[in-house]
């Protein structure tokens, strides 16, 4: 069974810096492009980024892109979001998500339960 | 950035009816489309992909069709359990994938 568990939320100041942890299982972690969605509250779905299973190839989206990074340690099982020069508007659940079927990516997703950011002064 | 529009944005339906929910494209995404739910409180889950395969695990009263610009995912026979936020989203531009506003199914 796909497992997928995030961890790293918090609560912090506009302008600092927070690193997301998502801890995968029940598979072959390397073979599969992983992404990080994000929900900001009351709000529809965000797509951040997506890396590919061998982390040649990482894509973002124009409103994080130079600010967050996604990498991902193949050896752990685990995936991350360092994100940096944090907004009030980066505020939401953020969720690790695995893809169905290609090391590439393109979707779809299995998704983890979230963790929660909040960018506050 | 390619556009996905839902609608309607609120869907009121009876258990044991029908809904069928919209999903439109800004420019053609192939079959590159899936369907998630997301109940309250909880994570989306993943219900169509390829715009008409069922996930594993999805009861067959979800189905998803259509191609290029127009989607759409009929849920029949409603249960309690699927008055839930419905999600489309294209996957045809790996470099941006995009979600629809979402539509929320409501017990009428």
């Known amino acids: 069974e796909v497992q997928l568990v995030e961890s790293g939320g918090g609560l912090l100041q506009p302008g600092g810096s927070l690193r997301l942890s998502c801890a995968a299982s029940?598979?072959?972690?390397?073979?599969?492009?992983m992404s990080w969605v994000r929900q900001a509250p009351g709000k529809g779905l965000e797509w951040v980024s997506t890396?590919?299973?061998?982390?040649?190839?990482?894509y973002y989206a124009d409103s994080v892109r130079g600010r967050f990074t996604n990498s991902r340690d193949n050896s752990k099982n685990t995936l991350y979001l360092q994100m940096n020069t944090l907004r009030v508007d980066d505020t939401a659940v953020y969720y690790c998500a695995k893809d169905l079927t290609s090391s590439w990516g393109g979707g779809p997703w299995d998704w983890g339960q979230g963790t929660l950011v909040t960018v506050s002064s | 950035e390619i556009l996905m529009t839902q609608s309607p944005a609120t869907l009121s339906v009876s258990p044991g009816e029908s809904a069928t929910l919209s999903c439109r494209a800004s420019q053609s995404v192939g079959s590159n489309l899936a369907w998630y739910q997301q109940r309250p409180g909880q994570a989306p889950r993943l219900l169509i992909y390829?715009?008409?395969t069922r996930a594993t695990g999805i009861p067959a009263r979800f189905s998803g069709s259509g191609s290029g610009t127009d989607f759409t995912l009929t849920i029949s026979s409603l249960q309690s359990e699927d008055f839930a936020v419905y999600y489309c989203q294209q996957s045809n531009d790996w470099s941006m994938y995009t979600f629809g506003q979402g539509t929320r199914l409501e017990i009428k």
């Open positions: 390829g715009a008409s």
């Open positions: 029940g598979f072959t972690f390397r073979n599969y492009a």
């Open positions: 890396i590919s299973g061998n982390s040649a190839a990482t």
